[in-house]
């Protein structure tokens, strides 16, 4: 069984369609984890109502992404979870997507594996995994690399987003949990795929695993629309903001070794900042 942790807060009508994508799914030997944190536009009893199934457990609006994933984590694996999948409320799965992660599981039961990720208005794929090369200050998107032919199966990658992120139980009995003291929001999940991956675990995006995303309603994406010198500041500094410095920071001397971590804060601080200017 798969253990599904979904964090939210508010806009339920995301949630809904999330869940009802999952309802659909070809392989339904899985549990669905929400975590609530302090929404008030009714998430709850929409849970209650029409999916009974879901466990949902509460924050108090104070957890962010990484202290919700991580309550839904422990809940899992206190009822004996050997695979915890992350997902956020803004996606919708294709029909195959858990059947396809799985098929990948058995040849590879100790990797972790993300998904594929579509653009939910195009249905063409948009993110496939990166590698980051810090001695080159340099991250390659492995989808731009690849041609029509070879968008299949498993490709390695450094570092995946948390958005159907299946973790097999070894890593979080070896690594931990995601380091919500580091990184409360952003960041978490990028720093935990490199931890796994030091401590031994193959990390791979699976291109047979498809995802369809929003683009258009993450916050960073937001925050750059009619800009400001407010919209700046949070874009640096804000809990949310899509290019916190001290999040990036805490990156970069948490994972970059040691000879190349001058030269990649900065080059990280010039692109965060004049990165929101002229985009």
């Known amino acids: 069984m798969i253990y599904i942790v979904i964090p939210v807060f508010n806009r339920k009508h995301f949630t809904k369609e999330c869940l009802i ?3 659909k799914q070809t392989y339904q030997n899985y549990k ?14 929409m849970l209650r109502e029409e999916f009974p199934e879901v466990d949902i457990l509460f924050g108090d609006g104070n957890l962010f992404w990484t202290a919700s994933v991580n309550m839904g984590i422990k809940h899992a694996l206190q009822h004996g979870a050997e695979y915890v999948m992350t997902l956020n409320n803004d996606v919708e799965t294709a029909p195959d997507m858990l059947e396809q992660t ?13 998904a594929l990720e579509m653009d939910a208005a195009t249905r063409e794929p948009i993110y ?10 340099q991250v390659r998107h492995v989808l731009h690399e690849l041609p029509k032919e070879q968008q299949h199966g498993l490709h390695a990658v450094s570092q995946l987003p ?10 979080f009995e070896k690594i931990g949990l995601f380091d919500q003291e580091r990184f409360p929001h952003y960041v978490a999940d990028y720093d935990f795929t490199h931890t796994a991956l030091r401590h031994g675990f193959e990390l791979y995006c699976n291109y047979d695993a498809k995802l369809y995303t929003y683009p258009e309603e993450s916050g960073e994406r937001q925050n750059r629309q009619a800009k400001s010198l407010k919209k700046f500041y949070n874009h640096l500094f804000s809990i949310k903001g899509g290019g916190n410095l001290r999040d990036f920071t805490r990156f970069t001397l948490k994972n970059c070794p040691p000879p190349y971590v001058p030269y990649y804060l900065v080059n990280g601080y010039a692109r965060r900042i004049l990165g929101y200017i002229v985009k």
Do not use: C, H, Y
């Open 21 to 23: 994508s999952l309802q």
């Open 162 to 171: 948390g958005r159907g992120l299946l973790i097999p139980r070894a890593v």
């Open 32 to 45: 669905v984890i929400v975590v609530d944190d302090g929404s008030t536009d009714g998430t709850a009893d």
């Open 128 to 137: 496939g995994g990166e590698i980051i090369d810090f001695k080159l200050n």
């Open 102 to 114: 799985m098929r990948w599981a058995n040849e590879k039961p100790n990797a972790v594996i993300g």
